[in-house]
């Protein structure tokens, strides 16, 4: 994607100034901007960027009602949305999260994370879950073969085991809270707890070692992702 244009809806211009200049240091030139929900929808609407970042606390329409209306649209729903979120309360943004955000950033942000996780959705989007082998930092996992390989040598998992890293795989660096993760590798209403995927987690942490250490990480409070170093298809 040569010249991508991000839409900034946030109800603050410093913030929204901040993020373009942060932004066109790393060789982005393309913007849209909003300073709440309604407007932020209607450039959307006409414009179609390319990713979106989104304040959750907006004047009229607030954040995660826009993220909800944008995921639950086949129009938009493929549109990688970041959240920008002051809340300590974690609740915001497992909600986000469950909406379909992409990934979530607090204020105040670090600039090269900010950079770090604009690349991410660009590089990686949702067309990774398309590839029957994914390769990350020496991991090899063939879905069609349902099969894993760490530095060439077999890992061996349990379905769930499998799916799930799977799952955290086709999307480096987003963030899937507990109730995603049992939604996508179970379906609707499947009678599985939070703690269960705890475990599972746990279990992919010691049949992959050093690496799972290393990758797997856990977003207190939230859910768990993989980590974005050396990644290659």
């Given amino acids: 994607m040569n010249h991508p244009t991000i839409l900034i809806i946030d109800d603050e211009e410093p913030i929204r100034e901040l993020l373009k200049l942060t932004m066109q240091s790393a060789g982005f030139t393309s913007f849209l901007e909003a300073a709440n929900g309604e407007d932020g929808l209607a450039l959307v609407q006409k414009h179609m960027p390319d990713l979106i970042l989104l304040d959750l606390m907006l004047p009229g329409i607030d954040g995660l009602t826009v993220c909800r209306r944008l995921k639950s649209s086949p129009e938009t729903q493929m549109i990688p949305i970041i959240m920008l979120t002051a809340k300590s309360d974690e609740s915001d943004i497992v909600i986000g999260l469950e909406m379909g955000a992409n990934d979530y950033i607090t204020k105040p942000f670090s600039r090269k994370i900010l950079i770090a996780r604009i ?3 660009f590089r990686i989007g949702e067309e990774r879950e398309h590839f029957s082998v994914i ?3 020496g991991l090899t996992i063939d879905k069609e073969q349902r099969t894993a390989a760490l530095a060439g040598e077999p890992v061996t998992l349990t379905f769930s085991e499998f799916e799930i890293l799977s799952l955290l795989a086709a999307h480096i660096g987003r963030v899937f809270t507990r109730g995603q993760i049992i939604r996508q590798i179970k379906g609707d ?6 703690r269960a995927v705890d475990v599972q987690i746990v279990n992919l942490r010691k049949k992959l ?4 250490v290393a990758h ?7 859910g768990y992702r993989l980590t974005q170093e050396d990644i290659c298809r």
Avoid: A, F, K
Avoid at 189 to 194: A, I, M, Q, R, W
Avoid at 216 to 222: K, M, Q, S, V, W
């Fill in 119 to 121: 690349h991410t959705q």
């Fill in 135 to 137: 390769r990350i930092s």
């Fill in 189 to 194: 209403d499947y009678p599985v707890t939070d």
């Fill in 209 to 212: 070692g050093e690496w799972g």
């Fill in 216 to 222: 797997i990480e856990t977003i207190r409070g939230i």
